[in-house]
Nanobody
Framework: QVQLVESGGALEQPGGSLRLSCAASGFTLENYSLGWFRQAPGKEREGVSCLSPGIDRTYYVDSVKGRFAISRNSAENTVYLQMNSLRPEDTAVYYC????????????????????WGQGTQVTVSS
């Protein structure tokens, strides 16, 4: 059974931090390209950050660059998204995704390239 389960979403104040987790089962994350996506009300699901297999190349969309960090713990078979300096516009449901395709650069933000998706976790940034 292939499964991705996100957790860590919460209500946070602007300027605060959250760490999202995505635990995988049924496959080894180390061999997959990994992406974090988010969807705000009334908007399309957009790519936020990606991690390529092997050498762990990372990509960040401009709106989160310098604030978010994607990482993988192979022993735990889990991918993380550290979110710092949160802004109200970061409010969205966040999803993790995985694909066997080796992606890099902005190609890793293309939703159609991903095979496996989690159910999402809600992040709300508000004072």
């Amino acid at each position: 059974q292939v499964q991705l389960v996100e957790s860590g979403g919460a209500l946070e104040q602007p300027g605060g931090s959250l760490r999202l987790s995505c635990a995988a089962s049924g496959f080894t994350l180390e061999n997959y390209s990994l992406g974090w996506f988010r969807q705000a009300p009334g908007k399309e699901r957009e790519g936020v950050s990606c991690l390529s297999p092997g050498i762990d190349r990372t990509y960040y969309v401009d709106s989160v660059k310098g604030r978010f960090a994607i990482s993988r713990n192979s022993a735990e078979n889990t991918v993380y998204l550290q979110m710092n300096s949160l802004r109200p516009e970061d409010t969205a449901v966040y999803y993790c995704a995985a694909t066997v395709v080796n992606l890099w650069g902005d190609s890793c933000t293309v939703r159609a390239l991903y095979d496996y998706w989690g159910q999402g976790t809600q992040v709300t940034v508000s004072s």
